[in-house]
């Protein structure tokens, strides 16, 4: 089955860059998105479709996608950054839909 | 406005059976597949099944297949999950989710639900 790698953390001080990485098979062609989840809450999407911001998300937000490496990249990150961020993909040969494990954001 | 609400989630010894509810309003129900998914104790997310539109497509994950059974009726805009035979490995929050499969391959789980706490323990 097909399997995404996340790093299981990232620390990194305000106002510089995160970047958490979602590692996959060819996943180039694949897909991605990406989902926030705070403490206590239900997952919410952050970036769609590889690049794309839902609504009420800001430019700082970004994604990228190509070869075996998905990554989703926070600039100027701040205290209200830290969470956890999973990317998300469909296996088409399983025809179901894989998670990474996740990532938990630190803002130090 | 979107809403998922889940129901039905409890402390059950194991072996034991619990049905989960989600109710939707504020969208076309039936224009969604709809999708559970479980995530335990401080772990990740976990898929766990989905229907198409109309119900004629379901899939299970491994972990769950031959123990849980997803449904849907479109005209009270109702999901559920029938889960019998549960483990200590099921308890998990369990959430309902949207998508759709466009032009484009499949959409994002762009709304969710608050999800429902499902303890298994003796």
């Known amino acids: 089955s097909y399997v995404l790698t996340q790093p299981p953390a990232v620390s990194v001080a305000p106002g510089q860059t995160a970047r958490v990485t979602c590692e996959g098979d060819?996943?180039?062609?694949?897909?991605v998105h990406w989902y926030q989840q705070r403490p206590g809450q239900a997952p919410v999407v952050f970036i769609y479709?590889?690049?794309n911001r839902p609504s009420g998300i800001p430019d700082r937000i970004s994604g990228s996608n190509s070869g075996n490496m998905a990554t989703l990249t926070i600039n100027r990150v701040d205290a209200g950054d830290e969470a956890d961020y999973y990317c998300?993909?469909?296996?088409?040969?399983?025809?179901?839909?894989?998670f990474g494990g996740g990532t938990k954001l630190t803002v130090l | 406005q979107v809403h998922l609400v889940e129901s039905g989630g409890g402390l059950v010894k194991p072996g034991g059976s619990l049905r989960l509810s989600c109710a939707a309003s504020?969208?076309?129900?039936?224009?969604?597949?709809m999708t559970w998914i479980r995530q335990a104790p401080g772990k990740g997310l976990e898929w766990v099944s989905h229907?198409?539109?109309?119900?004629?497509?379901?899939s299970y994950a491994d972990s769950v297949k031959g123990r849980f059974t997803i449904s849907r009726d479109n005209a009270y805009n109702s999901l559920d999950l029938e889960m019998n035979r549960l483990r200590a490995e099921d308890t998990a929050i369990y959430y309902c989710?949207?998508?759709?499969?466009?032009?484009?391959?499949?959409?994002?789980?762009?709304?969710w639900g608050q999800g429902t706490l499902v303890t298994v323990s003796s």
């Open positions: 060819n996943i180039g062609v694949k897909s």
């Open positions: 479709q590889d690049t």
């Open positions: 989710a949207r998508s759709r499969i466009t032009s484009s391959g499949w959409d994002p789980y762009d709304y």
């Open positions: 504020g969208f076309a129900f039936s224009d969604y597949y």
């Open positions: 998300h993909v469909w296996d088409s040969d399983r025809s179901r839909p894989v």
């Open positions: 229907i198409s539109t109309a119900g004629l497509i379901i």
